[in-house]
Structures are given as C-alpha cells and as structure tokens.
C-alpha cells in the first residue's frame, strides 16, 4: 500500500490516506481519513462564521486526522489579511480540540507562515503540502520543525525537487498526489530513483513518519 499524504480523491479506504474536505466547496465526506478546513481562495466568497461552526464540528469526526489544507496565498485575489485572520481563527480551533495535524497550502508566504508557527502555541505537526522548492527553501522549513509534502511535481524533467529529496531527512518526507489524475505509486518510484532506494524501502519510511504523526495505517 502507497501512502497518499494529501488526496482529492474522496474514494480511498480507511488507513490508505488523508483525503481533503475543502469547507464551503465539498459537500460529500471522504470514505477513509480526512482533514477539514477552509481553503484561503475561499476566504471573502463563505459566510466565515457558518463555515467555522462547521470546521469546528468536522475537527471532531472520528476520521479527521487533520486541519487543512489551511494557509496564505499571495497569486490568488484574496487580501492577505482576510486570509491570515482566517488561518489563525482556524489554528485557535485545532488548538481547543487538540488537533494533531495542520496542513498547509503556502504559496510565496513562507516568512508569514513562520511568523504565525511561533506566535500559535498549539502541540500540532505542521505539513508543507505540495512542496515544489529548491535545497535552500527545503532547509528553511526543516530547520523549523516542519514535515515536507511532495507531489507530482517531482516527475517533470526540470523538477527542482530533485535536488530538494537530496537534502531532505527523509523522516520529515511524505508523499501526496493533491489534485494531480497522476497516480501515487509513479511519485513514489520517481521519489526512490531520486534518493537512490528502493520502492519498498521509501514506502516503509513513509509508514513510519506516518506512524509518528499518529495516523492509523493499513498494510
């Protein structure tokens, strides 16, 4: 069994994945283990107050795992302030119902993303999702305590991932699809031949850091 960290895909089986529940777009929950949350392109198109009533009662689902994905977008429409209001009123929540897990959709907001970790006390593990930056920007999220999420990016030739896997400790790593119709198992042997491991061996370190997160695998 592949490990989709972070999927679209609504259909997967308990223990296979976490699917994503985007409030205010979604309307069907995921079969298996999901997380919830208020996407930043949607933040000034929801009624916020419904859609945080809403986080609040899917944070305590027994198959949400996970917020997100949750985060700052600075290529969409939306005015960074509505959406880092928005982010933080949603940390505040998985902070009262100890979630265990954040997810994170980061698009050129890494300094603002930092700047909110260390002003939120919440015992949560932050995740990167579809992680597509160089050595250097891969270090920064590390040195920070963050887990990195890689997709389907890592398949194109000119992919800069290939040298980010080469610096990344592989107990921080998972892998994801996202939204990509590309199957899980090709991002898992691209990710491999990178690191110059066998299949086998990443998809066990993939359970492991999936096992420390305290989600709950099926073989």
Known sequence: MFFDAHTHNTSLALGHGISNFRIGHDTKLPKGYFSAGIHPWDADS??????????????????????????????????????????????????????????????????????????????AQWIVHGFNGNANTALQWLSQGFYLSVGAAVLHPKSKLKEALLSIDTSRLLIETDESTEKIEPIYRAIADILNIKTEHLKERIYSNINDLGVPLTN
């Open 46 to 123: 929801i009624d916020i107050a419904y859609a945080l009533q809403e986080l609040e009662s899917l944070l305590t689902h027994p198959h949400c795992v996970a917020l997100g994905e949750i985060g700052l977008d600075k290529a969409c429409r939306v005015s960074l302030d509505l959406q880092t209001q928005l982010v933080q009123q949603q940390l505040y929540l998985a902070q009262q119902l100890q979630v265990p897990l954040i997810v994170l959709h980061v698009v050129r907001t890494m300094e603002e993303i930092l700047a909110i970790k260390k002003q939120t006390n919440i015992n």
